[in-house]
């Protein structure tokens, strides 16, 4: 076979192209070169939690070649005005009394068209908050995927939730999927976004909504004594499953009576978003812009990532909240249009209580700071807190 009929590759570490059944033993020379330098330097690496250890304390290699293997997604591009910026611009120009909090920077990824639609909702949304922790938060920039300061691609990120899982986070979690999820086109949920974020240190939480009568049928995946999400029905491969119940269950909240069921998720985000304190210091603003990180949103069948919320004065006195919310199933090109130009832009984004319609929901949330020692052991073992509608 003639060299001009092989397929050929980028090394990821030199940019040399080499045909592509060579790939792996070139990139693997490159390793084993870098290794022995590490070696000669005593040099160190920071792994999650924002420990370092030297080189010679380095157990697992595989964290090595996975820092400089993974790539970003090629198929994002940079846009020339942030998402944020145009949704904060066009909420601005809105008419009428409202008042509308958003995360900071938060770039939008779409699922793609024979890459991951139909099963990589969970993949783009953790890009998502990625995108955001990158740029909003120094401390997680300087853990995330080995400090390179980039969103990976979806397989990188698969690699990374099997390095968590291995590392011990989500242990049971883990072997729904035998501890191997690279390569597979298979759904993920909050349990796996939280998993992976807290293998760098990151503190991000679960918050669980159910239906009471619907919730207390539904079998949970064992995890010791914790309560983790009514999504793990979906992605639960066991026949094995216990009724689980919860210390943190809650059947109102905010003063909502049951029979308000979905306002219930709508007023913890709102609560979430405004922090109250901070709302009232800026109450002279149409649009706020919080500290606050996105929320991975999951119910059946797909996951979003809210990124504010919005109230509005009806003329008849009743106030109306708005979910503002990005969703991989559309195109961002089609979303930048939109917001560049103020038009339609509120059939893609904007969600009220009436759109509701799942019988359970679970959000995921990253808080500030880096957790270490015993904070982070705890970490391992995902909760979660429920509130029952």
């Known amino acids: 076979m003639s060299s001009s009929s092989n397929m050929w590759s980028t090394c990821p570490f030199c940019l040399q192209q080499v045909v592509t059944v060579d790939l792996e033993r070139h990139a693997n020379n490159h390793f084993e070169d870098h290794d022995h330098q590490e070696q000669v330097d005593s040099s160190t690496i920071t ?12 157990a697992d290699s595989n964290i090595h070649f996975l820092i400089s293997s993974q790539v970003r997604d090629a198929n994002f591009k940079v846009k020339q005005h942030g998402f944020m910026t145009l949704l904060y611009n066009c909420l601005e120009c809105e008419s009428g009394q409202s008042t509308s909090i958003l995360s900071g ?11 991951d639609v ?32 980039f969103v990976p691609d979806i397989s990188s990120l698969q690699k ?4 968590a899982w291995h590392q011990g986070f989500d242990t049971p979690g883990s072997y729904d999927f035998h501890q191997n999820i690279h390569g597979k086109r298979t759904w993920i949920g909050t349990t796996e976004c939280a998993a992976l974020f807290r293998s760098f240190g990151l503190r991000a939480r679960i918050v669980d909504f159910s239906n009471l009568d619907y919730g207390s049928n539904i079998g949970k995946r064992n995890k010791s004594t914790q309560v983790i999400g009514p999504m793990d029905r979906y992605l639960n491969k066991s026949p094995q499953y216990i009724v689980a119940g919860s210390s943190n269950d809650t059947n109102t909240y905010f003063g909502i009576h049951p029979e308000k069921r979905h306002q219930l998720l709508v007023n913890w985000v709102w609560s979430y978003f405004s922090d109250n304190n901070m709302l009232t210091r800026s109450a002279c603003n149409k649009v706020v812009i919080t500290d606050k990180s996105p929320l991975y949103f999951q119910h059946d069948g797909h996951s979003r990532t809210i990124v504010g919320i919005q109230m ?12 503002l919310i990005l969703d991989p199933a559309h195109k961002t090109e089609v979303l930048e249009s939109c917001l560049s130009k103020n038009v339609g832009w509120q059939r893609f984004i904007k969600r009220g209580v009436h759109t509701l319609q799942k019988m359970e929901y679970q959000l995921c949330y990253v808080d500030p700071g880096i957790a270490t020692g015993m904070e982070l052991e705890k970490l391992k073992t995902l909760d979660s807190t429920r509130f029952g509608f």
């Not at 920077?105 to 890459?115: C, G, K, N, R, T």
């Not at 990374?160 to 390095?163: A, G, I, K, S, T």
Request: charged content about 20%; aromatic content about 12%.
């Open 118 to 149: 139909g099963w990589g909702c969970g993949w783009r949304n953790i890009q998502m908050l990625t995108s955001h922790l990158l740029v909003e938060r120094k401390e997680a920039k300087d853990v995330l995927f080995g400090g390179v300061g």
């Open 312 to 323: 509005k004065n009806l003329p008849n006195g009743v106030k109306q909240q708005n979910l």
């Open 47 to 58: 792994y999650g939690g924002g420990g370092t250890a030297t080189t010679a304390a380095a």
């Open 105 to 115: 920077y938060v770039d939008h990824f779409q699922s793609i068209e024979f890459e």
């Open 160 to 163: 990374w939730l099997e390095v």
